[in-house]
């Protein structure tokens, strides 16, 4: 099964009374328990909101009731869990079915109540009770005594005679003495009855003999084994120091995680004294509370003296040299580029936002971990499988609409034959869309390229402008056209040139206002042919990353069914099909930019075209 929308039906069912919200709780923790940890996205996280809002609607017994039935492999719902009630976080810890290393990694990262549910399971490891141990769970079952030390008498005797006074126990962690005190008096004898009767105590000596009466000196030996046993752990565990500067630098099963790599950025923020307040690196306090912006050689942390002077001035710092002595992590040469802050009520200076960027000479020394290329190639195909199961249903339902249209079956009535004439259309415009998010994917990860022919890129931009003036006309646009009297031969097929061009001049008919003036120019240089056009005002006020991002919405108009999926897409694979055959397309100022190779020579134009 390609697409598993479960989880997505059961998010989008709307839940009304207790009832319902346990059966929805039951089937979440039924679909996120199979789910790996690597596998989990933003819907799992969105289910996890959900589940809060279901445990707000129970009690917490009414969680824990539903989580004590459902076994489940998941250590993201025990912690998530563990953060509820006391009934609900007993209830997940006693359900999960962990692996080891499943319980190594949750257990340091659980509250100190949930780790307390974790030691009464049966089925821990010694390394996950040792672990328990070192974060202070020491409240364990005690381990069962030897076969035959503990002889259970099988009837009480009816009455027990204390012939002298049990010596004083002594505190627990020190040794008992092996002889008893010398008693000056001797005290009565003291008769007991048959329910109130006991074993008299003995020594607690490690290797005494035990008889059938030495019950209670049995369990206190065992008890001062359990603590030595646990003493003799704790020493034996010595507490390493890190070499990555994360504290505290305590034995919480540090030593069984690999080493962190070293950062190659860093983001700062700094206070109006050039101190620093905020560290993007964990633990941040390797650089909060160091002055950054000392000339001072001699100062653990100093920078060169045009970052000093930037810092005085209050002006952007571009390729600062910064030098830090401390943790591995952070120590050595950093290139620094950051902005002054200034508060919007009265402009006072609040201080910096800084990058820090390992320098040139210390690149070498960082290992850069190498391009995800094979998991984008292989996303970028998990994707295309995905478009061709959507095309066989879509092809099916339009198929049927068209026959039912067309009266295949027989006479169908008009109302029918409308509803089905609409079904096909948006089923063919479906496919389109199918098809343009395809091309996308297969330029932008290299498996298509385009056909570079040769074309006269005059005389396709002219004529189009010709198709797009009527639209232009009646919105009252005014349409200032610039072509060269020449041919303009480029390396790119016509179709591709049309196909591709018509895109950027579909996106502004369709984002243009009423009255705007509108310049498309093409020129030719030495080696490439420029095709300029105007944004339109709702585009020029847009950064880059909004005017080509995925979702950016379209216009309305006739035209917008070119731009079905949003200009953001429609720019987007514009770009990606310039690219593709040697060109460009960029942003510049308020216009567009698109630039094609040439193909040879600019030869005069036999047959001109004007729009």
Known sequence: ????????????????????????????????????????????????????????MLDDEGCASVLRSLAHRSPVLVYHFAQQGPRTASAAVAAARLAEDDWLALIPRLPTQARGFVRHRSDLSDRVRALLSRLGVNDFLLPEPAAGSIVLPSAAPEAVSVESAAPAPAPFGKPVATEPAPVADTPPTVALAPELSAPEPVGLQPNAALSPDD???????????????????????????????????????????????????????????????HASIDPPGMLVGSRLFSADTTAAVHCDQPMADAFRHRQPIDSGVLSIEGADFVAGIWQADGTPLFARDGGRFTGYLLRLRRAASEFAAVP??????????????????????????????????????????????????????????????????????????????????????????????????????????????RLAVAMPPQQVPVSFAADEIERTVWRLLSVVATSVAPGERITISLEATA?????????????????????????????????????????????????????????????????????????????????????
Not at 19 to 48: S, Y
Not at 531 to 539: E, Y
Not at 581 to 599: C, D, I, K, N
Request: overall charge negative; glycine content about 8%; proline content about 6%.
């Open 1 to 56: 099964m390609i697409v598993d929308d479960r989880l997505e039906t059961v998010l989008r069912t709307n839940v009304a009374g207790k009832t319902a919200a346990a059966t929805q709780l039951r089937q979440l923790v039924d679909l996120l328990g199979p789910v790996p940890l690597a596998a989990w996205n933003a819907q799992h996280a969105g289910a996890l909101q959900r589940i809060d809002a279901l445990c707000t």
């Open 215 to 277: 019950g209670i000196g049995a369990i206190v030996r065992r008890i001062e084994a359990f603590r030595r046993k646990r003493d003799e752990r704790q020493a034996a565990t010595p507490t390493i120091p890190r070499a990555d500067g994360v504290a505290p630098l305590l034995p919480f099963g540090e030593e069984q995680l690999p080493p962190r790599k070293a950062p190659l950025s860093i983001d700062l923020r700094t206070d109006a004294d050039g101190t620093v307040v």
């Open 368 to 477: 850069v971990e190498p391009l995800a290329e094979p998991a984008a190639a292989a996303e970028a195909d998990r994707l295309r499988q995905l478009l061709h199961e959507l095309r066989t249903p879509i092809n099916a339902i339009q198929g049927f609409a068209e026959m039912i249209q067309s009266q295949v079956f027989g006479a169908t009535p008009h109302q029918y034959r409308a509803m089905a004439a609409s079904i096909a259309a948006d089923a063919a415009q479906m496919l389109a869309g199918f098809e343009e998010i395809e091309r996308l994917v297969k330029l932008e990860s290299h498996a298509l390229s385009i056909d570079t022919g040769e074309a006269d890129a005059a005389a396709i931009v002219a004529r189009l402008v010709e198709q797009v003036s009527p639209v232009l006309a009646a919105r009252n646009v």
């Open 527 to 611: 080696t490439t042919a420029s095709l300029a056009i105007t944004l339109p005002a709702s585009l020029a006020q847009l950064d880059d990353t909004a005017l080509f991002a995925p979702d950016a919405p379209m216009g309305g108009g006739s035209l917008a069914a070119s731009a079905m999926l949003g200009n953001g897409f429609a720019l987007r694979l514009a770009r990606a099909e310039f690219e593709a055959g040697g060109g460009s397309l960029r942003r510049e100022g308020v216009r567009f930019v698109a630039e094609l190779p040439l193909a040879g020579e600019v030869q005069p134009l036999r047959r001109v075209s004007e729009g």
